[in-house]
């Protein structure tokens, strides 16, 4: 057993509202300069739709993720070693600036600069951020189909839709969406570490971001295609790799995610899992896609267990992140109510980003009939005829399972039939709790985590110390009581003990050419050999 932590998040989509903030937050965080105009580290996307880039999902094109061999190993989708080299530098499988989107800005010079008394309306033509021409027609963009806006066209090339056969009506008043925030799933398993030929992406074993060495990455893009989830993109202007990092400087100092501080909704959920790494890869080459979802979780450790805790202490991971681990809300929401569930597990990546389903147009399409959009009875009967098909969800999380999905569902559909009892002053009915496997105390605790979860209850992050070098606690001066003792274990900084100032200076040189001061004993006062000699 190899323990290791991994920082991950959780999406509660029966809380999002489409509003964008955490789209905008991030991208004048991250993305907001030349050459990442078009590129979008975290997207909220409207489903049934296509996604950005236009369909991101549909692996028969662009070759994302991993297949599994008949020999029961994993390879890239894309190919192994021989065809990576065979395709270094024309890799067809990328997506173009078309199926992202162009990015565009306005002349709005021209507006300022009309003249007086013009008689025709000034406007401000839209122009390319690549290259300053004007663009006659705005044609797509990252949330061209917001809001079922462009669901007339494209909605029929959603794959999850094709892959599931369904057909859905496109009357706006029919129809049914949600939303679906996305960023890059930091894996368990990344195909875009693997598909990458000069090594440059990697996975923190200390957290399990995964993240891009700009210095060794050489711009083969090949990492792009590997992601099947189609967060890795590539900046024009540097000519490298960028992604999504977790925001792992607010992550190091515990606190979370620009995206996650800024949701509206309050639905995300950052938190601490521990696992075994040596069971990754064979989760990752479960044979049926159906039971990948059980198969990460196998993956993934109790972190109440006493042997768990000591063999991770032993493993080094600090004491503050087995806490965090015992208190995460992600450990809570996946295993003790089991309603959190990963995206496309078929790609076979052992995503990190998980969600809870969408429950809301169920209860309005049952209170527009005239029942009663709270009673958990009409509800669990109307869960498989509810406005967004089961097998629509089962398609986006499990892989075509609708067993999991429609547990989640029922839990979610019991807490609001069970809690509104409470709420009204009622006797609560155990016997809601009892008809989803669970009982009420459960019920209310799973209430409090996803309705009124205050701050420190949606982000358990542990702090780290990146400014610490890593082996520095294993050392003997590490707890010393004498700063300059310790500094003597390392002659080659060229910074001993200080020695005693007089007034030709501090230490061995003179105030012309001043001398080192160890900063670790400075009593703070003006030795004269750190600074240069005053000029009169």
């Not at 991030?26 to 950005?52: H, L």
């Not at 990754?280 to 450790?301: C, H």
Request: charged content about 25%; overall charge negative; glycine content about 8%.
């Amino acid at each position: 057993m190899r323990i290791m932590a991994q920082i991950g998040m959780i999406m509660n989509l029966d809380k999002c509202i489409g509003c964008h903030t955490c789209s905008v937050t991030c991208k004048q965080a991250w993305t907001n300069r030349q050459g990442m105009e078009y590129i979008w580290f975290n997207n909220v996307e409207t489903r049934p739709g296509v996604g950005y880039p236009r369909g991101w999902e549909d692996q028969d094109k662009w070759e994302g993720g991993w297949v599994r061999t008949a020999s029961g190993k994993l390879k890239p989708r894309a190919g192994g070693r021989v065809k990576k080299l065979m395709t270094l530098f024309h890799n067809p499988k990328l997506p173009s600036i078309n199926d992202y989107y162009e990015p565009w800005t306005y002349e709005y010079d021209k507006l300022l600069s009309a003249p007086k008394g013009q008689k025709t309306q000034p406007t401000a033509r839209p122009v390319s951020q690549l290259d300053g021409r004007p663009i006659d027609k705005i044609s797509w963009s990252s949330n061209w189909d917001d809001n079922l806006g462009g669901a007339q066209e494209t909605i029929d090339e959603d794959p999850v839709l094709r892959a599931a056969n369904l057909k859905v009506r496109k009357e706006i008043e029919d129809a049914f969406m949600f939303y679906l925030p996305r960023i890059c799933e930091h894996c368990l398993n990344p195909t875009c570490a693997s598909s990458c030929p000069s090594g440059a992406i990697y996975k923190r074993a200390e957290d399990g971001i995964v993240l891009v060495d700009q210095d060794r990455c050489r711009g083969w893009r090949m990492c792009v295609s590997g992601c099947p989830y189609k967060k890795v993109y590539f900046n024009h202007k540097s000519g490298k790799a960028e992604k999504c990092t977790l925001c792992y400087p607010r992550i190091e100092v515990g606190q979370p995610t620009v995206c996650s501080e800024t949701c509206v909704g309050r639905l995300r959920y950052l938190g601490v899992l521990l696992y075994d790494a040596d069971k990754v890869a064979a989760a990752a080459a479960t044979e049926d896609p159906q039971d990948l979802y059980e198969a990460q979780k196998g993956v993934f450790l109790d972190p109440h267990d006493p042997e768990i805790q000591r063999q991770a202490e032993a493993a080094g991971i600090p004491p503050s992140w087995i806490e965090a681990a015992q208190q995460s809300p992600l450990h809570d929401l996946i295993f003790k109510y089991e309603v959190a569930l990963p995206l496309h597990p078929e790609y076979r990546t052992l995503p990190m980003v998980w969600y809870i389903p969408p429950l809301s147009p169920v209860v309005d399409e049952v209170t527009a009939s005239g029942a009663d959009g709270e009673d958990h009875k009409v509800l669990f009967s109307a869960l498989s005829n509810m406005r967004i098909p089961l097998e629509y969800l089962a398609g986006l999380f499990t892989a075509g399972d609708t067993a999991p999905v429609e547990r989640s569902l029922r839990r979610l559909v019991a807490m609001r039939s069970y809690m509104r009892d409470i709420n009204l002053g009622n006797e609560p009915q155990e016997s809601i709790a009892e008809a989803v496997g669970m009982t009420g105390r459960k019920i209310e605790e799973m209430y409090k985590l996803l309705a009124v979860a205050k701050y420190d209850d949606r982000y358990v992050i542990p702090t780290a110390s990146p400014e610490t070098p890593r082996g520095i606690a294993t050392l003997d001066m590490y707890n010393s009581q004498d700063p300059a003792k310790a500094m003597d274990q390392f002659p080659d900084l060229g910074m001993g003990a200080p020695e005693a100032c007089s007034s030709e200076g501090c230490g061995s040189g003179s105030a012309d050419t001043g001398s080192k001061v160890s900063l670790l004993s400075w009593s703070g006062d003006r030795p004269d050999g750190m600074f240069p000699p005053r000029r009169d």
